[in-house]
């Protein structure tokens, strides 16, 4: 029997089959003239200086991160979201509880300026330091 | 549907197959239709016409738009990662079109009854995080990388508020399934969940003007994870040239569309679903006041249709409206606003619904 | 041996199992280390699903398997926040190289 | 052989082929990007167990969450100039043939072993029971994870904020 | 604190005034002209492509002095007594054979300065420009009324008559009465 | 405010060996000559005294004066050896309200001016241009390139009188 | 090999179908790459404001050469510029095309006799489809000079190589 | 031991949407953090002075045109007031009136360009269209006047090149009732916008003295909190004659000399050449609008520099004639040129986004940074 899932299971594959499809029709159909400056990385028609593989800014990783925290928390609350009701108060304050820690960690990244990208206030442009003979 | 069509042809596959061939078709016509009026509403609100020139008022105009791209060639430069680099736009298609599985178009329409489908639907777009990670870190081009890296950080930053809201749903209404959330909203817009769903009293009334604060952060927090303006630095057009399709070219950049104009098709399904009652018609069934029972589900389809359309026309309202925010900017609504907004919104109506 | 049963599951997770201990042992990266440990993780995750399905234990097996990937995910937390750290102090996230705690 | 073995064998191939490859690889981003579809398998098997809840949160945390971050420490921990990100091996060897013997090993044991193969009925849907659990069993482990989780962020939120000082 | 909920508001009412102006220009009528079914009529004055009236033009040279961009190319040939080249329309006579008139369209600025010293007006900016081409070379506008062939005869007459008025500088007697007979045919 | 008058006495009092001439022939304005080696130390004067406050340059204008010897070479274009290049300062004082034109002038052959580019910053690009364009070297300059043309222009300075365009550049005709 | 690259020897009726289909899928849609250089791109971009509105024609411009068809050189080219154009050109997917905006994109325009940096038409770096004379062109002229393209489009054939 | 992230080298142009032509910006970046900016120009240099050293006094026009060809009008205004002050001559009342309701309408077309640029940089399309629906109404009236759109080689040394349209007078009339509501719609959809105000204020500040020491001009100078304008400090043609106000950055929103300010800066501008014209169009004199001058233009042997306020800033030209019917040296102070060296100095610091944003309210035009 196809449960429920395995329907789910047939959207999938619809959707990779169809993608495959249409780029084989789109192969079919299309031109294929290679030029060697075709094939060139695009950068604004300039030459791409160095590799865009560089490391990246800290920031996404710490959102990341705390983004895994609160979507972990979150999916510990779905279940308690469909039951808590039967339990009354009680079943409220579990979560209440756990929310509560939930939002003393928000809080507290809040404080330490996690929060904050990296949003720099530059100093604006001072005369005597534009000035300064450069050696 | 899926019964009526096992009923019918007696094979389980296809009848599935069948069954998810529909609403395939509907986000191919929804993105065909989506993007002209995208195009049409733009243009009119810019003093403009818009497409005119390929069958009435350019109706035809995304058709050619499609047919052009099949003819391109496909270049995939030297530096770029070639087996990622394919792979990217299958994942983010196939993320985006998995959601429509469990998105109930009418009380007979629907892919699958899984009971968790909310849930399924937050999990899954995950997948297009990855696609888009893929997409932005094979192409070996500054400005794809530069736009997947926002891409991922603002989609999975906003998925929390999107995630509250849906839990303070879940809370209220004691079901993860999409169809059964659609079916308690029945018979009147009154019952909608924005008016506080289908239970009377008191609570109702206090719970409306959270409410209203929920279906506000989802459909912000929505907009954010489909990359619509104001949110929609990961391919902001004057920076980034193109964000993280920027080296994809013809049918493969075709399927990024294809699926942006899906999701924000899903991500208004879902709103209207959790707020405005689903498929439910605000005003009772014409097919139930004549008798004929067999024109409900089509008067279902129409009403989930036209206020999915609703919601995107939003979208593209604002779209059209706002400049867009700088990615420090992005990153202080989500977690500055939304989430606190949310985070109280979700404990006020727990409160309100153990009452 | 046709018919899917509780020893395949068993067996799928064993082989999983293996290649992440494989992983950790060939791999200098700690990244990759940690990606191991993700994988043996995975497998621990089947077999206590798989038990809660054929055995008695009714939805334990489950429950704990979500703690195992709440877990999971804080161990990804922290170890990746350390790794960085090292990464910080030596510029090297080699696992073997780096063999002493302060510079 | 029905559906149901098909759909497994399906799933079990994608997870091992992929974790094969996710410990093979030699490009480390390559090698996050395996992990991927090995997630989505193992996924895929939790559903054929009839776990679901488990099994979308394993999507949700793993292929939402975890892998991003991998891919965020990844993309911050090498020195990637140039085309493929490289990461150093050592003893493969010797490695292998310990790992194949130790896999030999317990697939033996678990296949020779007698278990009670009898499924035992599984709900549709387990999230309520799930809920439920947590609600009274497991009441005490859920706020301590709660506080666990509050312990992590404000632990990798400082350790990784070090530099900042 | 108070900052942040000004923040909220701020953010949300503008957006809700700016998307209010947008809602209203959804349903304000069009301003567009859609070109090639409704073509404006552009003003007199408008500059597009040049014009040459040959009949008017007597050969003086000036419009090509004036432009700064040298995109017209005049050639001409004095008329050997007793051709009549006619009269321009405001009543000059006309005294050259204009063999070449070219004016590459391509480099033209359109800045009006060859119109002005024209002292017969014939040369002028018309309201055509619909003129795109497939090919370059089709942008040199030859309107020298003449064809080639023509304008050799007129060379060579011309020619001619000067190497006559050497002779007959050389020569001070007037002879050969048949030639210039020849000629004037 | 001062008229150029008052500004060629003060810097006259200042710099009694260096300031060369004011020149008042030009109709429209008058122009104060001075020593191109000297020009950084008069222009931090200039901007720094109380009475003066030229706190903005307007424009620094390389000129080719072609007023060398003109020889033709084989190819029948002009050549010319010897003569100067000038450069014009003009300044103009926000506070005060009054303005001034500096000149220098440098050999041809070898032509190399002081830079201003630590008094006015204005003067970095200009200078810049006057290199690209008249091969004017500016000492001092922190990064002295072309300009406006490529950086990789062998085909010498196009402003100047004598300048002849190269042929081909990069394997693209240049003339029409 | 794409269809596109492949000739036919003789015509029949469907390929002269599918001929029209994919000749008026290419001419409905021509994307430009957003793209100035000079004065006329103002006057391109006074094409795609209110009043002109290249989006009636299913223009509209995209950033990145890869998802572009037509190519509006609109302005002067220098030489400093030209190998960049060129490249940019040659990053676009076939099959692509080339409006030459303007006097200056034509043959260097004004400055096509003193003009030591200036490129003296485009043609002399990548093959020019249609040449729209103006300086610059009139919004309409460029329209009609689009329009020109699309006739040019509409008459290629898989019969004969596409240009 | 600070986490060192490898800096990248991103260019942004030449061809890129937001660089206003062909600028090329040379960004080191760390993260999305700029270190530094170079900005590469030269990609439009279409050698204007080897031109105008080849061509007689009046032929340089239509090359002057092409200068800013935003603000086209202006340019030729520029330069013909050079040159008639270098042959010391007088232009009559008219002509005077005309070319500053001509000037003044250029100045709006050019800051609607200005404007709307600068906030489809930020993402915000609708109001580029509007703005550019509006400019076209200036359009027209030029067209009407001298025949072209952009390009009009309308001021001529000495006079104009036509007198104006009948219609003119009422037509401008028109155009102000028209314009000025939509400057008030522009404020609420974009201008007080609030995420418009957050991109904008407080970035890219340019302090007063910086700005001088720079070179900065026109709106760039002003949104520091100068008020200088060559219309007052060295009053051209009539300007004296007209009473308007010199709008300068308040720092309304954020800290003085932010982009918001010489954003703001522009929209009030342009109300006051609004006034400008109202004050103007009214008292237009009868007369010739070609005063008699010698068919052959040749100035006197000596140097000119004259200057007018462009949109962009202080144009000026400087002239040196030997006495021939072709100027000898014309050197262009080009606004752009000088306040885009600022660039480099004031993206310090700021995220790559903010690049766009400062850029933006620089409002460049590359012809003449190039020339």
């Known amino acids: 029997m196809l449960t429920e899932f395995g329907k789910i299971l047939i959207f999938i594959m619809l959707a990779i089959v169809f993608v495959v499809a249409v780029f084989i029709i789109s192969k079919f159909l299309s031109p294929n003239r290679p030029t060697r400056e075709k094939y060139l990385t695009y950068e604004c028609g300039e030459n791409p200086q160095g590799s865009p593989w560089v490391k990246f800014n800290i920031r996404f990783y710490v959102v990341a991160l705390i983004f895994l925290i609160f979507d972990v928390e979150i999916i510990l609350l779905f279940p308690w979201a469909l039951t808590y009701k039967e339990y009354g108060v009680y079943g409220f304050l579990v979560g209440l509880i756990f929310l509560l820690v939930l939002g003393l960690g928000v809080v507290y990244e809040w404080r330490k300026g996690d929060l904050e990208w990296a949003r720099p206030y530059p100093k604006p442009p001072q005369l005597d330091e534009i000035l300064k003979p450069k050696s | 549907m899926y019964q009526f069509l096992y009923n019918l042809i007696g094979n389980e596959l296809i009848a599935g197959l069948l069954v998810a061939v529909v609403p395939l078709t509907i986000i191919l016509v929804f993105a065909l239709f989506g993007i002209w009026l995208e195009r049409k509403v733009s243009a009119h609100m810019q003093d403009r016409l818009g497409p005119m020139r390929t069958g009435w008022h350019g109706w035809l105009q995304t058709v050619a738009d499609l047919m052009k791209m099949l003819q391109k060639e496909d270049i995939v430069a030297t530096g770029a990662d070639k087996t990622l680099y394919n792979i990217a736009p299958i994942l983010v298609f196939t993320g985006s079109f998995a959601a429509y599985a469990v998105i109930p178009f009418s009380s007979k329409l629907l892919g699958s009854e899984v009971e968790i489908g909310l849930f399924y639907v937050l999990a899954i777009s995950s997948l297009v995080v990855a696609g888009i990670l893929m997409a932005g870190w094979s192409a070996n081009n500054k400005y794809s990388l530069l736009g997947a890296m926002r891409a991922a950080a603002q989609i999975i930053s906003y998925e929390i508020p999107t995630a509250l809201i849906v839990l303070s749903m879940v809370m209220l209404t004691g079901t993860l399934s999409l169809d059964k959330i659609s079916q308690m909203q029945t018979s009147s817009f009154w019952n909608w969940n924005i008016f506080g769903g289908a239970i009377f009293g008191l609570s109702k009334f206090l719970l409306i003007p959270f409410m209203f604060v929920g279906a506000m952060i989802i459909f912000i927090s929505t907009l954010a994870e489909v990359n619509r303006v104001p949110f929609d630095i990961p391919e902001a057009e004057s920076e980034l040239v193109a964000g993280y399709f920027t080296e994809y070219c013809g049918m493969k950049w075709g399927m990024f569309m294809l699926a942006e104009y899906g999701n924000m098709f899903a991500v208004s399904a879902i709103v209207s679903i959790l707020f405005f009652g689903g498929y439910q018609s605000p005003i009772g069934y014409l097919g139930n006041s004549i008798g004929a029972q067999w024109l409900v589900p089509f008067e279902q389809g129409f009403w989930f249709i036209a206020k999915g359309l609703t919601l995107v026309f939003v979208q593209m309202w604002l779209r059209w409206t706002l400049p867009r925010l700088r990615v420090d900017q992005l990153m202080t609504v989500c977690w500055k606003y939304l989430i606190p907004y949310a985070f109280i919104n979700l404990i006020i109506i727990g409160i309100i619904s153990i009452l | 041996m046709l018919h899917v049963g509780l020893t395949h599951f068993l067996v799928v997770s064993a082989i999983l199992f293996s290649l992440g201990i494989y992983g950790i042992v060939t791999r200098k990266n700690a990244v990759m280390v940690l990606m191991g440990i993700e994988l043996i993780l995975n497998s621990a995750n089947i077999n206590f699903i798989a038990f809660s399905k054929y055995g008695n234990f009714g939805l334990s097996g489950q429950v704990i398997a979500l703690f195992v990937i709440v877990l999971a995910a804080a161990e990804a937390a922290i170890a990746l926040a350390i790794v960085l750290n090292i990464y910080k102090t030596f510029s090297n996230v080699n696992v073997d190289e780096i063999d002493h705690l302060k510079e | ?165 | 604190m108070k900052q942040y909920f000004k923040n909220t508001w701020d953010g949300l009412f503008t957006v809700f005034i700016g998307m209010k102006v947008t809602f209203k220009h959804l349903f304000t009528p069009a301003v567009t002209i859609q070109y090639p079914d409704i073509k404006v009529k552009l003003p007199d004055r408008v500059r597009n492509r040049l014009y040459v009236n040959m009949d008017d033009c007597i050969g003086c040279d000036q419009c090509s002095r004036a432009c700064p961009v040298s995109c017209i190319e005049i050639e001409t040939v004095k008329s050997i007594p007793g051709e009549d080249l006619g009269f321009t329309s405001n009543g000059k006579k006309k005294a050259l054979w204009v063999t070449k008139f070219d004016i590459d369209i391509a480099k033209c600025c359109y800045c009006q300065l060859c119109v002005f010293p024209c002292p017969t007006e014939c040369i002028y900016m018309t309201d055509v420009y619909e003129f795109a081409e497939y090919e370059r070379s089709n942008f040199i506008y030859k309107f020298a009324t003449l064809t080639n062939e023509e304008a050799a005869q007129k060379k060579i007459n011309y020619e001619k008559l000067q190497a006559e008025k050497a002779a007959a500088a050389a020569k001070p007697k007037p002879e050969t009465p048949a030639q210039t007979e020849n000629k004037s045919e | 405010m001062k008229n150029p008058e008052e500004i060629f006495k003060l810097l006259k009092k200042e710099f009694s060996e260096i300031i060369l001439d004011l020149d008042k022939e030009t109709p429209t304005e008058s122009i104060i000559l001075v020593d191109p080696m000297q020009i950084t130390k008069i222009g931090k004067f200039l901007r720094e005294n109380e009475e003066l406050k030229f706190d903005s340059l307007m424009v620094l204008s390389g000129v080719d004066d072609a007023n060398g010897t003109k020889t033709k070479d084989e190819d029948g274009s002009d050549m010319i050896s010897g003569g100067t290049l000038s450069v014009y300062y003009h300044l103009h004082s926000t506070v005060l309200k009054h303005k001034i034109t500096l000149k220098v002038s440098t050999q041809r052959e070898n032509p190399q001016v002081e830079s201003v580019y630590n008094v006015w910053r204005t003067s970095d690009w200009h200078e810049r241009e006057a290199f690209d364009l008249f091969g004017i070297i500016f000492l001092n300059h922190p990064d002295l390139r072309r300009i406006l043309m490529p950086y990789d222009w062998e085909a010498g300075y196009p402003l100047r009188k004598d300048y002849k365009n190269p042929e081909f550049y990069k394997g693209m005709k240049v003339p029409y | 090999m794409g269809l596109l690259d492949k000739e036919f020897s003789d015509g029949n009726i469907v390929i002269a179908k599918v001929d029209d289909l994919m000749n008026w899928a290419r001419l409905s849609s021509i994307w430009q790459l957003g793209f100035g250089l000079a004065c006329c791109a103002i006057e391109m971009m006074a094409t795609s404001a209110s009043h002109y509105d290249f989006d009636r024609f299913g223009v509209i411009p995209r950033n990145t050469p890869r998802q572009a068809d037509a190519i509006i050189i609109s302005g002067t080219v220098t030489l400093k510029m030209a190998t960049r154009i060129k490249r940019l050109y040659e990053q676009m997917p076939d099959p692509k095309y080339i409006i030459s905006m303007g006097s200056c994109a034509n043959c260097g325009g004004p400055y096509w006799e003193h003009g030591y940096h200036v490129l003296k038409g485009i043609d002399r770096v990548i093959p020019v489809d249609v040449y729209v004379p103006g300086c610059p062109p009139r919004p309409e002229a460029l329209l009609e000079g689009l329009l020109k393209l699309q006739e040019k489009i509409r008459n290629e054939s898989l019969r004969k190589k596409i240009a | 031991m600070a986490l060192k992230t490898e800096t990248m080298v991103l260019n942004m142009g030449p061809q890129h949407p937001s660089t206003h032509g062909v600028l090329r910006l040379e960004l080191e970046i760390e993260g999305e953090l700029i270190l530094s900016v170079k900005p590469h120009i030269g990609y439009l240099h279409r050698c204007f002075e080897k031109h105008a050293e080849a061509m007689t006094y009046p032929q340089v026009i239509p090359y002057t045109d092409r200068l800013d060809y935003l603000a086209a009008m202006g340019n030729n205004f520029g330069y013909v007031i050079a040159v008639e002050k270098l042959l010391g001559i007088q232009i009559p009342e008219r002509v005077e009136y005309i070319r500053v309701i001509m000037a003044e309408l250029q100045r709006i077309a050019s800051h609607l360009v200005a404007i709307a640029t600068n906030g489809a940089d930020i993402g915000a399309l609708t109001p580029f269209l509007y703005l550019f629906r509006d400019r076209e109404y200036i359009l027209t009236l030029f067209e009407m006047t001298c025949g072209a759109r952009m390009l009009y080689n309308y001021m001529w040394i000495g006079g104009l090149s036509h007198d104006i349209h009948p219609d003119f007078v009422r037509k401008t009339k028109e155009f102000i009732n028209h314009f000025r509501p939509t400057v008030t719609e522009l404020n609420n959809l974009l201008t007080f916008n609030k995420i418009f105000i957050e991109r904008t204020a407080n970035v890219g500040i340019l302090p007063l003295d910086t700005a001088i020491n720079f070179g900065a001009s026109g709106p760039v100078l002003r949104g520091s909190g100068l008020p200088f304008d060559v219309r007052r400090e060295d009053p051209y043609s009539i300007y004296n004659r007209f009473d308007f106000e010199i709008p300068t950055g308040k720092g309304l929103v954020g800290t003085v000399g932010d982009c918001w300010d010489r954003y703001y800066v522009r929209v009030l501008e342009m109300e006051q050449s609004v006034r400008i014209i109202e004050q103007a169009i009214d008292n237009i004199p009868e007369g010739d609008v070609q005063s008699a001058i010698p068919k052959r233009i040749k100035p006197p042997k000596g140097t000119v520099y004259a200057r007018v306020e462009n949109p962009r800033g202080e144009l000026g030209y400087f002239i040196i004639s030997d006495g021939n019917i072709n100027p000898f040296r014309v050197k262009v102070r080009a606004p752009s040129f000088v306040n885009l060296e600022v660039m480099g100095e004031l993206c310090k610091g700021h995220l790559v986004a903010d690049v766009i944003a400062i850029l933006g309210s620089l409002d460049i035009v590359l012809g003449e940074i190039d020339r």
């Open chain 4, 1 to 165: 052989m029905n559906f149901y073995d098909i759909i497994f064998y399906i799933f079990a191939a994608i997870t091992l082929l992929s974790a094969l490859f996710v410990v093979t690889t030699r490009n480390i981003v390559h090698s996050a990007f395996y992990l991927l579809f090995t997630f989505f398998g193992v996924a895929g098997i939790y559903v054929l167990l009839g776990a679901d809840f488990i099994a979308i949160s394993q999507i949700l945390i793993y292929v939402g969450g975890i892998l991003i971050l991998l891919l965020f420490g990844v993309m911050l921990t090498n020195k990637i100039t140039n085309v493929e990100i490289r990461t150093g091996t050592v003893h493969m060897l010797p490695a292998a043939i310990a790992s194949g013997i130790f896999m030999g090993a317990v697939v033996a044991v678990m296949v020779w072993t007698e278990w009670k193969s009898e499924p035992s009925v599984i709900p549709l849907t387990t999230t309520k029971d799930i809920g439920h659990l947590l609600l009274t069993d497991y009441v005490l482990i859920f706020e301590l994870l709660g506080i666990l989780l509050l312990v992590a962020l404000i632990g990798a939120a400082s350790i990784a904020r070090r530099d900042k000082e």
